[in-house]
Structures are given as C-alpha cells and as structure tokens.
C-alpha cells in the first residue's frame, strides 16, 4: 500500500508539471510611465535638475542638455509621452514658434532602466532630439519675411526697401565699464536722449548691437563716419528699411515701421516675438497683419566644435564706410526643420506721388501748421494728404477737428437754396447783427460797397456773415446738418484710414444756430471733409472719399442734385472772380471755383484765427488748413495756388 500511495504522489507531481510554468506578474509599466512622465514635463521646463537619471544625478544630465537648447532661445517644447514599455519610451515633441503656423512635431526615445526596485531614464542627447549624436546641438533662428511695399496710384511703390545707416553700440567690441559713457557720447552726437539710450544699451546683451537711430543712406544730417568711429564702441552699420520716398511723405497717414514694443508682443497672442518689425502708426500699424507677412524658422544640428553653445552672430567689424552686416562663417549645420517665411502683401492706396510731393512742398512754405488734401472729384480718390513739420506728426489733413469758418458758407447755401433761395435772391448784408444779446460783425476789411441789401450770389462771393446770419430763421433745425450730409460732411465711416468727415449741431438756442451758419460755434471739420465739399460741387454729386483698394463707402444722405451743384457753382466761381480768390483767377486750365474762410478760436482778445481756402478745377479739389493765419486768401490761399499752378 505504501508503494502504491508513493506512486500516486508521483503521478500527481508529473501531472502537475506537465500542464507548464507557472506565469510571470505582468510588468511595472504603470511605474516607467510615471518617469517618463516626469521626465516629459522637465523637458518642457528645460530643466532637468529635478530628474534622477539612471547612473547620473539630474544637475550632471542637465549640464550635458543645457549646452544642446541653448541655441532654441525662449522657445520650450511641449512634449507628451506617447509608448512606455519596459526598456524605453516614447516621446512626442512639438515646439511652436511666434508667429510661424506649423510647429516641429517628431518622435524621440529615451531608455529605461530599473535601479535598485525604481525606474530611472537614462541619458543620451537622443532623447531630445534623434539626430543629436553628442557633438551637435539646436540651434534655431527665425526668417524675416519682406514686408510688403505701400502702393500709390498706378502701382508706383510709395514705400519700398531703401539704403540706410543704423548707428549704434557694439557691446561685444566694448568693455562694459566703458558702455555708458560711449552711450552718453553717440545719444549727443545724434542728438537723442543720452539717458534713455545709455538704458537701452545696459539692459541689452553682452554681445548685442544696440541701434540709436537710423538715417538714409543719403541724409544729409548723418553724421560722418569719421565723428563715429570716434567713439568706442560705436559703429554704422548698412542695411535696408521699409520707407516713403522722403521723410515727411504723408508720414501722418502712412504711418511707421519699428521693433515691436512690449506691449504689442503681450497683445499679439504669440504672433510677434521680441526683434519684429512692425507697424506703430498710421497705414502701417492698421494694416501690419497683412504687410508684415508670415516669419518662418530654421531649426539646425549644429556642430558644438564650431561654435560655443548660444553663441551670438558675431558684431559688425569697424570700417571707413558704413559696413554690412557680415557674420563670421557660421558653424557647420544640418536642417531638421525649416518653414520658410512668406512675404507680406502690398497694399494699394490712390495716393499720387508727384502730387503728394507737391502737396508737401506747398504747405513747407507756411510758418504756421498747415496741411492740404487733394481730391479727385469723378472718383473719390483721395490724390495727396500732407501736413508741414509745426503739424507735429498728428494726422491733421484727414483726421483734424477744427472750425471751418466762412468755408462752410457752402453747405449753409446749399441749405437756404433748399430753403427756396436762389443765387439772385436780395438778401440784407448790415455790417452788424445782434442776436441773443450778442453781436456779430463780418471780418475787418469788409468792403462797405457791398453793405446793405445785396444778392446772396454777392453775399457768398464777399462773405458777409450778417447775410447769412440774417437767414438763419428760413432753416429748420437739422436743414444745416443734412446739407452737410450731401457734400460729404458730418456722417462718419469707415474708409480704412483715419478720417474725421466733421460734426454739425442740430438744434440749439438762436446764437448756436447764427455761428453754424457760417462755420463757427460747434462747426467741426477737417480738411479732408472739406475737400469732399469743393469735390463734391464739382462732380455734381454727394463724392466720398476713397484711398484704399475696396474700401469706398457709399452716402446716406440725400443726394446732392446736378442742379443743386449747378447753383453752388455758380456761387463758388463768383469767389473767383470778384470774391477773396481772385488770386485763381489767371490760372490755366479750366475755370476755377472757391471758397475762402477764417475761423476764429481760443480766449485771447483778440482772438487767433484759423485760414483756409478750398477750390475745385476740373478732376481736381483741394482744401488748404492754416492752423494760425491771417485770413483765408492771405494765409491758405497762396500755398493753393502754387499747389494748382505746379499741378496742371
């Protein structure tokens, strides 16, 4: 029985080992994960500190990565562990650059390995990049677009790439306790802020060229080469910029093209980084999403024996004319990534550049602010905008807000005609008016021969005020206002650029109404608004302004009548030839018609007065603004007629 028991054992362990191993526990996979997990995030901090490594502590790991991001800047990737199994894992990079659209997107693998009853990674530059071999590391820049050109009429480039001279600091080729007093020196050569740019250059890096200004190549207040170099430190340097014709060409309107600020880099959502150029002003700014274009970016294996980690291009050269940029030969390079930069568009206006030469050298003869808008009446087209030097860089031709003076005569008879007067109808011209316990005069040298009961066709032609005053009473409260609505005036809208189309008041006690009539009290205008009244008088028609491609808005006034504008010209030809614009009177060409104003303002006894003058001739009408002038035909009216003499 024994035996047979012992068999029976027998067979039971046999049987029991034939059925096979008994299976293993499933691997720690939860435990690889939770590293490289940790691993990933680390990767994204660029900061490998908080990582053990297998047979390394972080610190040493990140003393062999540190050299290998360096050249990525700012930039950090995201990285998402993608695979994990018990040797290795899976790692999924995208690395987004400002403003380019695609991001670098690849795989990478990092080792595992199970140290003393924990996971480790294990390090290889592979794990942040697969072509990282150990003697190369990233190195990424960004490619600049071209910035697309200002067009004017006709296609000719207003603003374009042009030669210019960037002076500056070279810290790279300077001993830091030397910086500021070259900085304090060069800010009063050029004459900028010695204080604010002797800023600038401490806070920029050590190897950074720091430009105070730059000048056209050709500007005759740069300073010589040799006044430079005289200064440690401080270099010219050639190259090329975006920019007008001149410095002054419709600087207002047209705007300017700079390094971003702070500010427009937190507002940019990531599109602009630190070193764009962008728009600050005018056209530039409103539409630097379309003339900036699209940056790109090249991502390079650089060999680290070429070039020290993070090194910066090296700094311009000092010569005897202004250098070009030249960096040394770079490091030896392998592309892994590019997305090459797409050029802006160009932006199409109606300006006309000998015209707006014109209209720039005509208001640079007033001594006072002065700004003329050219016209044209069969379109809308606006053909210049300038503004002289004492305008201070504001946008007055197109966005002033000024009284029109005795100018708005026009809209206000446009409203009596309406109210049934004809250019025949007598009118009372006294040489006083008293209204609402206030007196009212025409201007000083009024002609007394025109005093009394006269036609408003006179009246208009030797603007008498009291005449108009005297009629107040035939207009309803908004008769004014949708007069003005008919030439162009006093309804807003969008035209792309900045534009004030005026504000006339509706309503008001007596003496608001008498100083509406002729161009005073709340009257507001800018000369752009009031070259759409001489435009719009001689196409016959409600004309608006446009500059930019596809942007032309449409009325919603009542239409201004050929008969209408038939009668306004009538009355606008007789300012010409026996009115305060007979200084238009000999030009040649077709028959000029105009209208002269001033404008009083301020609280000074007596008071300052505005001039202006606005004329039409043929396919063209041009309104002129003094900011302080004598009077119309004194003050606006010649720098009109140099502007109407050159123009034809």
């Not at 924990?118 to 150990?134: C, F, I």
């Not at 446009?414 to 250019?423: C, D, K, N």
């Not at 309804?491 to 309503?507: C, E, I, L, N, R």
């Not at 759409?532 to 808005?553: H, I, K, M, Y």
């Amino acid at each position: 029985m024994r035996a047979r028991a012992g068999l029976l054992v027998l067979a039971l362990v046999t049987a029991g080992c034939s059925s096979g191993p008994t299976p293993s526990p499933p691997p720690d996979t939860d435990g690889a994960r939770q590293v490289a997990t940790q691993l990933a995030a680390a990767l994204e901090k660029k900061d490998l500190t908080s990582v053990t490594f297998a047979g390394s502590t972080g610190a040493q790991a990140d003393a062999l990565f540190q050299p290998l991001v360096r050249g990525m800047g700012p930039v950090s990737p995201q990285v998402e562990v993608t695979d994990v199994t018990t040797t290795q894992a899976t790692l999924a990079y995208r690395w987004t650059f400002p403003g380019v659209p695609q991001p670098w997107t690849y795989d990478a693998t990092v080792g595992l390995e199970r140290q003393a009853g924990a996971w480790r990674p294990t390090w290889a530059p592979t794990l942040l990049q697969p072509g990282l071999d150990g003697s190369h590391r990233l190195s990424q820049h960004r490619l600049y677009p071209e910035r697309g050109e200002v067009l004017g009429a006709d296609g000719d480039a207003i603003v374009r790439s042009r030669s210019v001279v960037r002076i500056g600091i070279d810290k790279a080729n300077l001993a830091a306790g030397r910086q500021k007093a070259s900085a304090t020196r060069l800010a009063k050569l050029v004459d900028i802020d010695a204080e604010t740019y002797a800023r600038l250059v401490a806070r920029a890096g050590a190897q950074a060229f720091v430009p105070a200004i730059v000048y056209r190549a050709k500007d005759s207040d740069r300073p010589a080469n040799r006044e430079v170099f005289a200064i440690p430190g401080a270099l010219p340097i050639q190259d090329d910029a975006m920019l007008a014709p001149s410095r002054d060409f419709a600087a207002a309107l047209l705007g300017r093209v700079g390094p971003a600020t702070a500010e427009i880099v937190k507002a940019s959502d990531g599109a602009v980084t630190d070193g764009d150029e962008v728009g600050l002003s005018g056209l530039q700014k409103r539409y630097d999403e379309q003339l900036r274009g699209t940056p790109g970016v090249v991502v390079e294996l650089v060999a680290s024996s070429d070039a020290s980690p993070g090194a910066s291009p090296a700094a311009p050269t000092p010569s005897d004319t202004p250098s070009s940029p030249d960096p040394s030969d770079p490091p030896k390079a392998t592309t892994a990534y590019e997305v090459k930069a797409v050029e802006g568009k160009p932006l199409e206006t109606t300006l006309n550049v000998g015209l707006q030469q014109l209209a720039e050298k005509s208001v640079g003869r007033s001594s006072s602010g002065a700004s003329l808008v050219a016209v044209r009446p069969s379109t809308g087209e606006v053909l210049a905008a300038a503004n002289n030097d004492d305008s201070d860089g504001q946008a007055v031709a197109t966005a002033g807000q000024v009284q029109p003076g005795s100018t708005f005569k026009v809209v206000s008879a446009l409203a009596l005609l309406r109210a049934g007067l004809e250019p025949g109808s007598r009118v009372e011209c006294p040489r006083t008016i008293r209204v609402g316990g206030r007196t009212y005069e025409n201007y000083d040298d009024y002609p007394g021969a025109y005093l009394g009961r006269i036609d408003l066709r006179t009246a208009f032609a030797q603007s008498c005020n009291t005449a108009f005053i005297g009629q107040r009473g035939k207009l309803g409260a908004s008769d004014l206002a949708a007069a003005a609505g008919s030439l162009g005036v006093g309804t807003d809208f969008d035209v792309g650029f900045p534009a004030y189309f005026g504000s006339v008041p509706t309503g008001g006690n007596d003496n608001a109404r008498a100083e509406a009539v002729f161009g005073q009290g709340k009257d507001q205008v800018s000369p752009l608004s009031m070259a759409l009244v001489a435009a719009s008088v001689e196409a016959g028609r409600t004309v608006l302004p446009t500059l930019l491609e596809g942007q032309r808005p449409t009325s919603t006034a009542a239409p201004l009548t050929r008969a209408e504008a038939a009668e306004l010209k009538q009355l606008m030809r007789g300012v010409v030839t026996q009115g305060s614009g007979r200084r238009l009177l000999g030009l040649d060409g077709p028959d000029v018609i105009a209208k002269t104003g001033t404008a009083e303002y301020g609280g000074r006894t007596p008071p300052k007065t505005h001039a202006w003058m606005i004329a039409a001739q043929g396919d063209l009408a041009v309104a002129v603004y003094v900011q302080d002038g004598e009077s119309g035909s004194g003050s606006a009216g010649p720098l009109l007629e140099a502007f109407l003499r050159a123009a034809r």
